[in-house]
């Protein structure tokens, strides 16, 4: 069988355990990045119990098609993903490229969404600032709302673009041979962190676009 | 330390592959779970509106976690940790809610 690249480090004693040293690795990171996100969700909550009407309110202005839509690509991706690991595991090289790829095209595909609804929101002058505009009712709250969001959408934005270049980078990798069935830990983590960014993405749809919204 | 191929490759194969059929079941279920979590949207559960969509939320993250991050079958260490991160997060949340639904919320700006 052929070896590409073993790379078992010296102060392993077999590949086996630093597999499982890598795999804990990242989910000591991953329980990390729950608590940055568990911030958010918590102040969102509290707020959502105490202003119910005016999230309500707030909730129903934004754009319960896209945001299907994103968390529809979304779900898919982790599905071009978990291939990719399983490619990468059973030494299908072209498999993993093309999976690889594949996860990278949906998340781009979520990003330009995103962007598209952000301004539709700039456009109904929803952005909090100046130039925000509301009933007069639940102005403050609205506002709360809105803020929350950017800062919730806007954080998991930035966790999509920063999986996207690594991702970018491992394709570039695997496009030259370098993973295989002794050496695809890089491809198993990345899979982790993405899958995570998914999880965050089942949280915020249904909390800022669903809960109150009827 | 020198290791042989044999060695190798032995051990490298003890890593357990999930079969891609599974995979395509737990998406089916992700599916499954998306058209129920808007459906639920527009129904009217009385005051459990809520808890049914966190726990649609919960199913799908519990899929994702078990098969996708292939956490049914890690060492329990990874497993460990990860049911670690998930108590942490009810911790935050469920002692802060409680504070705040015993006082009946943040008090208004006047």
């Given amino acids: ?214 | 330390m020198a290791h042989t191929d044999q060695q190798q490759e032995e051990s490298a194969h003890v890593h357990h592959v999930i079969p891609i059929r599974i995979y395509l079941l737990v998406f089916a279920g992700l599916m499954i779970l998306l058209v129920l979590t808007v459906a639920a949207t527009f129904a009217d559960f009385g005051g459990f509106d809520r808890v049914i969509t966190l726990a649609i939320a919960a199913a799908k993250a519990a899929l994702i976690m078990a098969y996708f991050m292939h956490l049914r079958y890690s060492q329990p260490l990874s497993i460990v940790f990860a049911g670690v991160g998930i108590i942490w997060l009810l911790i935050l949340l469920l002692i802060t809610l409680s504070d705040y639904l015993a006082r009946g919320g943040v008090v208004p700006a006047s």
């Fill in chain 1, 1 to 214: 069988m052929a070896h590409h690249d073993s790379v078992l480090a010296p102060y392993f004693s077999n590949i086996e355990q630093q597999r499982e040293v890598n795999n804990l690795g990242m989910w000591i990171f991953l329980i990390t990045e729950v608590m940055l996100f568990g911030g958010i969700f918590l102040a969102y909550s509290v707020y959502l119990y105490s202003y119910p009407e005016a999230f309500g309110a707030a909730s129903r202005e934004l754009n319960l098609y896209l945001s299907t839509a994103n968390t529809f690509i979304l779900l898919c991706s982790s599905l071009t993903m978990a291939l990719a690991v399983h490619a990468a595991q059973t030494d299908k090289q072209r498999a993993l490229v093309l999976f690889l790829v594949l996860t990278i095209v949906l998340g781009t595909i979520f990003l330009g969404i995103k962007a598209a609804e952000y301004y539709e929101e700039f456009q109904h002058n929803l952005i909090p600032g100046p130039l925000f505009q509301f009933e007069e009712a639940y102005l403050l709250q609205a506002q709360l709302f809105f803020s929350l969001y950017f800062a919730a959408t806007g954080l998991h934005g930035v966790h999509m673009i920063i999986g996207g270049a690594i991702l970018i980078y491992l394709t570039l990798k695997a496009w030259r041979g370098h993973y295989s069935s002794l050496n695809y830990d890089a491809i198993e983590n990345i899979g982790l962190y993405w899958h995570f960014v998914d999880i965050a993405w089942v949280f915020i749809f249904p909390l800022f676009y669903l809960m109150e919204r009827t």
